[in-house]
């Protein structure tokens, strides 16, 4: 059997980052990503290659905040973050502040795939994309009226609450639990998969813009193995949604994967108390999707929404967006 499951992003209700176009559009946005990776599963391929594809067409789709149409930074610029996993070889690759590469999650599966290396930032990997025959395209390619606008309005808040527009962005602390800023949290967009495939193998990808005028050089954790997204055939494969600094801070794609591994906690048991213990303890909200050895599939979040659909060879379609 096969099974898959995307995630475009989770968010807090009624905040700058929300969704931009009819729900409408986000639900089709989100079945085509399913329908192209099912039509890869059905045909017995592998579940990296799902991953890929559905994860590169979300980034095409200037909707979600992932490659064309993802958000800006303070500066008005876009970099790109992704990674992706492979759970039968634990082979992983994983790119960040990328300027000028129009599908990251590509890039991504070139470095875990003909590199020796596992992780390439910036005009390094870019050198890497341009070397193995990848085209660049200029910063423009990717910024949309709609992110424009996404960031005037942030502007304008931060001006209205005394703010300087490049104000920090202050992490969740222990003592803040629930109490995180509004403006700390993630718009709703970035994008993952996680596919099992007919032979068992597990991937994961996930593929972001990072969070709307964040400084230029952050990177959070969806291009960190291990926080932002995490494959072992062993155990499962895991892509997370939401504020960045707390899923880097609790390792959290990894710590779902700990907890089935070595607990032998179900996957949404693990999911659930990751995200409880772990994550809302330091004020975290996002969400997860996961699914297991068995095909599996949990999705959940604490963030207000999230959007998301699955499908499996032995389950109909579900889209939640
Ligand atoms: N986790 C991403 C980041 O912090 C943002 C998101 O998932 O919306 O960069």
Redesign the pocket.
């Known amino acids: 059997m096969y099974a898959l499951a995307v995630h475009g992003?989770?968010?807090a209700r009624g905040q700058a980052?929300e969704r931009h176009a009819p729900r409408q559009d986000y639900h089709t946005g989100l079945a085509a990503a399913l329908e192209l990776g099912q039509r890869i599963l059905e045909q017995h391929g592998c579940a990296l290659d799902a991953v890929e594809a559905a994860v590169a067409l979300l980034e095409d789709n200037p909707l979600f905040?992932a490659g064309r149409g993802a958000v800006l930074t303070f500066a008005g610029t876009v970099e790109l973050?992704a990674s992706i996993m492979d759970g039968s070889t634990l082979r992983a690759g994983a790119v960040a502040q990328l300027r000028r590469v129009s599908n990251p999650i590509r890039l991504a599966r070139r470095v875990l795939e003909r590199s020796p290396h596992v992780f390439l930032v910036g005009d390094g990997a870019e050198a890497y994309a341009a070397e193995t025959g990848m085209t660049l395209v200029s910063n423009e390619y990717f910024i949309t009226p709609a992110r424009m606008q996404q960031l005037a309005v942030l502007q304008q808040r931060r001006a209205q609450a005394g703010q300087p527009a490049r104000a920090e962005v202050r992490q969740p602390q222990r003592e803040q639990q629930g109490r995180v800023s509004p403006e700390s949290q993630?718009?709703?967009?970035?994008v993952?998969a996680v596919a099992r495939d007919h032979q068992g193998r597990l991937a994961a990808a996930?593929s972001?813009?990072?969070?709307a005028g964040?400084r230029v050089g952050?990177?959070?954790?969806?291009p960190v193995i291990g926080a932002?997204t995490y494959a072992d055939d062993q155990c499962c494969a895991v892509s997370?949604?939401?504020?960045?600094?707390a899923?880097?801070r609790t390792v959290l794609a990894h710590d779902i994967a700990a907890r089935v591994c070595y607990r032998g906690d179900a996957l949404a048991v693990a999911v659930e108390r990751a995200l409880e213990e772990r994550l809302a303890v330091i004020g975290g909200r996002?969400g997860v999707i996961a699914v297991d050895r068995h095909g599996e599939i949990v999705t959940r979040h604490n963030a207000g929404q999230m959007y998301y659909g699955y499908l499996a060879s032995n389950r109909e379609m579900h889209v939640n967006a």
């Open positions: 992003g989770a968010a980052g905040n973050d993630p718009p709703l967009g970035t993952g996930t972001t813009g990072g969070t964040q952050r990177v959070g954790d969806s932002g997370t949604t939401g504020h960045g600094e899923f880097l996002g």
